[in-house]
Structures are given as structure tokens and as C-alpha cells.
């Protein structure tokens, strides 16, 4: 089993950045894949950002190119993501999830793991 946990969400301003942090624990060397979803109230989870097992494929949403950027840092079972320019439509959970492997990166189903989320609260 993998354990993931976010942290770093909050509420900013539009224009601002925030960094959402995921700590894996557990079976740790499964965690291939690791990437970013979001969900907003009303809306279905989508892919926003992920990445490779050594980090150097990533992937991003349309709507998040040019703003946000994932990384890791496996030595600290460590997943970022760096939100700049976020505007109110970037409002909503924020979940890790983790993977041993998949065809399609920013696709739910390759994540078997999930955190519970971090809050990202975006005002104009």
C-alpha cells in the first residue's frame, strides 16, 4: 500500500502562486507515475499535471501549460507542483495520486493511490 498526503493549498489572490507538496510513504517503490488532478464542485476530476518515474517526461493540461510545473524529488518521496498566474478557474481540490505505471499520464485510471486532497482557493 502507498500512502500519499498533500499539503500547501490555501486561498490567494489572482495573479499569486502557491506549491502543493506530496509525501509518499508505504510501498514507496511503486510510486512510478505520480501526478496532480483537480476537482471542482460540479465538475469532474481532471489530469492536470504528471510525471515520469525519474521526472524527466511531464505532461501538462492545456489549461495549465506555461503556469504550472511538477517535479520530484524521489530521495524525499517528494511530489510538487507549482502553481503561478492562478486565476479563479484554477479553484479546486487538489489531489496526488501515484501509480507503478500507465499509457496515459494524466488519465485516472493509471493511478491505483490517492491522497485526500489539498484546498486551492483562487479570488479575483
Not at 502553481?83 to 485510471?109: F, H
Amino acid at each position: 500500500q502507498v500512502q500519499l498526503v498533500e499539503s500547501g493549498g490555501g486561498s490567494v489572490q489572482a495573479g499569486g502562486s502557491l506549491r502543493l507538496s506530496c509525501v509518499a510513504s508505504g510501498a514507496t517503490h511503486i510510486t512510478k507515475i505520480m501526478g496532480w488532478f483537480r476537482q471542482a464542485p460540479g465538475k469532474e476530476r481532471e489530469g492536470v499535471a504528471a510525471t515520469s518515474p525519474g521526472g524527466s517526461i511531464t505532461r501538462y493540461a492545456d489549461s495549465v501549460k506555461g503556469r504550472f510545473a511538477i517535479s520530484r524529488d524521489n530521495a524525499k518521496n517528494t511530489l510538487y507542483l507549482q502553481l503561478n498566474s492562478l486565476t479563479p478557474e484554477d479553484t479546486a481540490m487538489y489531489y496526488c495520486a501515484a501509480g507503478a505505471a500507465g499509457s496515459s499520464y494524466l488519465a485516472a485510471q493509471s493511478y491505483p493511490y490517492w491522497g485526500q486532497g489539498t484546498q486551492v482557493t483562487v479570488s479575483s
